[in-house]
Structure formats: C-alpha cells, structure tokens
C-alpha cells in the first residue's frame, strides 16, 4: 500500500506540473486556459484524497505497523512530519471532503453565493462531446473550494487562481513529505522481511528524456488556429513551472535509498 502511495502521488504530482503552469497566464488563449485550469483542478482533487488516506496508514489500522518502523532515527522526524500536517487543519483534508470524488452540495451552494453576480460562467461547445469544457461548472465549484479553504487558511481570497496556485504548493509540499517518508520506511521493511541479503539489482538509466518542463500537456482541445499564438501560449513555461518543482534537497529519493540498503 506504501508503494501504491508513493506511485500515486508522483504520478499525480507529474500531472499538477503538467497543468498547473499554463493556467494562469494572461497570454494564453481563454479556452486552452479553461481546459488546463480544469485539469489542474481535478488533479488537485485526486492528490487531497491520496494524501489524506495516508492518516489512515499511519494512524489508523496501521498505526502499529507503522510504529514497529518509525523508531529509526532517520524514519521517525519523516513520519512524524507528515502526521503532524495531518493532524492540523489542512488544505487536503478540506477538498477532500467537499469535492475530491463527489460534490458536497453546501459547498457548491456556497460557491454560487460567493461569486459575483455579474460574474462570467463561460463553456465551450464543439461538434465533438470530448472536445466542450464547461468552464462555468468547474468555476462554481472552485469558488465553493475556496470557501472551505478559507476555513482552513483563517482568510479569504476573491481570486480563484491565486488560491488554486497557494492549494498546489501546500499539496506539493505535503505529497513531498510523503515521496520522503516513503522511501526509507520501505526500504526498512524491505531489509527486515526479504530474504537475506537485501541486494538492489542493476538498473538500466534511459538517458537523453526530455526534462518536465520541456513537455507540454495533452489537451483533447485544439489550440488557436494561428501558429504564432499558439506559440504564444506555451512562452515561459519552464519559468511557470519551477514554481511547483520538487522542493527537496540533498539526494535524490533513489539515491537515498541506495545508500539505506547498501549498509
């Protein structure tokens, strides 16, 4: 379950970096910034509800699990960092209670209480059913986000994007702390229940990948017919996407984890 964790939130972390960069840029064309903003918010759904399973492994039916591991000097200030974002108000724990898989009715009230009455709710109709964004839907239901994350933060914001952007950092960070605890704490029990002795096996590097910020996100919608703005729309990506780089230092989750198994 750990490593299904750790895979879950890298991968939805990539998705955030994907998205999240080109959302907020006043360049873009509005309905590729509909559609990438849309993307980014339902990847922030999906990441609340994976980081807030997390409190149940490691302080629900698995606590004691947890705890025959976490007494390692290495293993325990990660653990114990990530229990106590848990266990404080948290953005994860709010939008996954309103919105991660289903829609709290309250909230989306409260949403369309919050907006202005003249605000604009904009969808986009195509001959193709894959292809139309109801950006409209998807606005109301930020501006429900933001009043439960505003429970939780003890402010209010009347500007959706600038939340969205302080939500992806604060589940960034909390997803960060989980990638951390997650590698040692395997390779513990790895060490303890696999045959001895633990031996990692040669692994073949793929060199010459692309770098995240050099690639952009698929969107079923086609961008603007002019080639000169659609290059337009992607200017300064890689600047827009540091902003949710992974912020940890030293080594490299795998190279830590090389060096917890080879001693």
């Known amino acids: 379950m750990l490593g299904q964790l750790y895979n879950d939130l890298a991968q939805l972390l990539m998705q955030l970096l994907y998205h999240y960069p080109l959302a907020w840029s006043d360049t873009d064309p509005i309905p590729l910034r509909a559609r990438r903003s849309i993307a980014a918010l339902m990847t922030l759904r999906h990441l609340s509800a994976r980081l807030w399973e997390v409190n149940s492994l490691i302080d629900g039916r698995f606590n004691q699990f947890v705890k025959g ?5 290495k293993i325990k200030p ?3 960092r990530v229990r106590s974002y848990l266990q404080a108000p ?3 724990k709010a939008v996954r209670h309103a919105a991660a898989s289903h829609f709290d ?7 369309i209480e919050a907006m202005d ?5 904009r969808d986009f109709f ?20 933001m009043q439960e994350l505003a429970k939780v933060w003890g402010e209010t914001s009347r500007e959706p994007f600038a939340v969205l952007q302080k939500l992806a950092l604060e589940l960034r960070d909390a997803s960060s702390w989980v990638l951390d605890m997650a590698v040692p704490l395997l390779s513990a ?13 040669s692994v073949k590097i793929l060199l010459d990948q692309p770098e995240a910020e050099e690639i952009s996100a698929p969107v079923f919608l086609h961008g603007p017919n002019e080639k000169s703005d659609e290059a337009q729309a992607v200017l300064n990506a890689a600047a827009r996407r540091a902003a949710l780089q992974y912020p940890g230092e030293g080594m490299t989750p795998w190279e ?4 917890d198994a080879g001693r």
Do not use: C
């Open 78 to 80: 990660l653990v114990g």
């Open 189 to 201: 029990i790895y060490k303890r229940h696999l045959a001895d002795p633990f031996k990692i096996s």
């Open 117 to 121: 009455d003249d605000a604009d709710l």
């Open 126 to 145: 195509t001959h193709s059913a894959g292809n139309m964004t109801f950006d409209g839907a998807d606005t109301v239901l930020l501006w429900g986000i």
């Open 69 to 73: 591991y976490d007494t390692d000097e």
């Open 256 to 259: 830590l984890f090389q060096a």
């Open 90 to 92: 948290n953005a994860a």
């Open 105 to 111: 009715q309250a909230m989306i009230d409260a949403g």
